[in-house]
């Protein structure tokens, strides 16, 4: 008989936000000061970037007005300062992400870029005719392609883990498809489209019993909950800087050194080698190995800046402030007739995903614009999710700690304006 599995979900408390003061924080971020088609800007499309804060803005011009030079080359004054703030900056990421080791940090451009280089560095050297990869049904595509372009290279094959109508994964399904042709599990921790916060803990010890590594697509988690990498013992961990009010174009991928000590170059250049004839390049050393060519320094100063401000506050606090609005939005959306929630699990980070019958997501983007509510209307990059639930493309409010319950009222009320005026 097959094992039934428990879920054990890492569900924050729905917060009562004791001394978080959203009115404070949100003076932080000047652009949510705006006023969009006349009306105060609501933006509720964290899920696709975040807003940056003045610190993050600050230290970017900082840098370029001040400390600007080529990292890792320079013996001069400007290049040891820029480099010292690079790996400053790359110190701060093992910290929040709890990694044993800042060799096990690399930066590259975003999620993205990151599972692309262990699709190919990792999945090349190591998969084989035949092998099984693993993923979920509510995946990005940045979590899907990069591997089914391994899997054809290699004739390798894709197995997806599916999930109830609720947007939970099936764990006995998972445990089903973990056999000894699977080589790697690639899943998402918080799924952009419905907001799931999938149990990835148990799902890493599930696959480790059979000694597959797992990746993790941290990038809707990181801003929303505390994670540490050791605790959860994936060997691979990705997210994009932008989303966690960093710039864009950066990102971090971070892996094992045990792994990234065995995986070949992603990329040719200069920073990733020791010495270079033209019979034989000797590999530089982790984490240099993998960032050919001058990096996105600003954007990893950056980067930096927006983690020493997103610990300032505390993770902790994030979470159960944003829990509590989560509660709040749900509660204002199921009150509108005619809305379905796409999205129900019972661990849920900040993303309100809906459908209103008989009327398109992008039409209800558009009113919404009109009121000065920024949301997304499409399929969110996840287009399979979108078939599971029967439907083309959804309306997707996601939150950020900088959010506010009479925000969420807004968008109520510019919901049923949209309903109005197509009804
Ligand atoms: C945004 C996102 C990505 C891709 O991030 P990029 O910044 O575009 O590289 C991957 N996975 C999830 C879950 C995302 O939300």
């Known amino acids: 008989m097959r094992a039934t599995h428990e879920l054990t979900l890492p569900v924050p408390t729905p917060g009562t936000n004791v001394a978080f003061d959203v009115d404070r924080v949100r003076k932080d971020f000047p652009l949510l000061r705006q006023q969009v088609h006349g009306k105060p800007l609501v933006?509720?499309?964290?899920?696709?970037?975040?807003?940056?804060?003045?610190v993050v803005i600050d230290t970017l011009t900082r840098y370029y007005a001040e400390e600007n030079s080529n990292v890792h080359r320079g013996v001069h004054f400007l290049s040891e300062r820029a480099t010292e703030a690079h790996e400053a900056a790359r110190a701060n990421v093992r910290r929040f992400l709890n990694a044993a080791d800042?060799?096990?940090?690399?930066?590259?451009?975003?999620?993205?870029?990151?599972?692309?280089?262990?699709?190919?560095?990792?999945?090349?050297t190591h998969i084989k005719p035949g092998d099984e990869i693993i993923i979920s049904w509510m995946e990005h595509h940045s979590n899907i392609v990069p591997w089914q372009m391994l899997c054809e290279d290699k004739g390798a094959v894709l197995r997806v883990i599916p999930i109830n109508d609720d947007g939970e994964v099936l764990l006995d399904e998972y445990e089903r498809l973990l056999t000894p042709r699977t080589k790697f599990v690639a899943l998402v921790h918080v799924s952009n489209a419905l907001g799931t916060i999938n149990p990835v803990k148990q799902m890493?010890?599930?696959?480790?019993?059979?000694?597959?590594?797992?990746?993790?697509?941290?990038?809707?988690?990181?801003?929303?909950?505390?994670?540490?990498?050791?605790?959860?013992?994936?060997?691979?961990?990705?997210?994009?800087?932008?989303?966690?009010?960093?710039?864009?174009?950066?990102?971090?991928?971070?892996?094992?050194?045990?792994?990234?000590?065995?995986?070949?170059?992603y990329q040719g250049g200069g920073d990733m080698i020791l010495s270079v004839t033209f019979e034989k390049t000797r590999y530089n050393t982790l984490p240099y190995k993998f960032e050919a060519g001058t990096p996105h320094i600003a954007g990893v100063v950056g980067l930096g800046a927006a983690i020493d401000y997103l610990q300032g506050i505390g993770l902790d606090r994030i979470a159960a402030y944003e829990q509590g609005l989560l509660a709040y939005g749900t509660d204002v959306l199921s009150a509108i007739p005619g809305l379905r929630l796409i999205g129900t699990a019972r661990g849920k980070a900040g993303v309100l995903s809906f459908v209103l019958e008989g009327i398109h997501a992008h039409d209800i983007g558009t009113v919404l614009d009109q009121q000065g509510v920024a949301i997304r209307a499409g399929h969110h990059c996840a287009m399979p999710v979108m078939q599971r639930f029967g439907v083309p493309a959804t309306a997707r409010a996601s939150l950020a700690f900088y959010n506010t319950r009479g925000e969420l009222d807004a968008l109520g009320r510019a919901i049923r304006k949209a309903i109005e005026l197509f009804s």
């Open 43 to 54: 933006y509720l499309d964290n899920a696709a970037t975040s807003q940056k804060p003045q």
């Open 102 to 124: 800042t060799r096990e940090v690399i930066f590259v451009r975003g999620a993205t870029e990151g599972i692309n280089l262990v699709a190919q560095s990792y999945g090349r």
């Open 204 to 265: 890493i010890e599930m696959a480790h019993r059979q000694r597959v590594p797992v990746l993790l697509d941290g990038a809707q988690a990181v801003a929303h909950l505390p994670v540490d990498v050791q605790e959860l013992d994936c060997d691979f961990y990705v997210f994009s800087g932008h989303k966690v009010l960093g710039p864009t174009g950066i990102g971090i991928l971070y892996g094992k050194a045990d792994f990234l000590e065995r995986m070949p170059p």
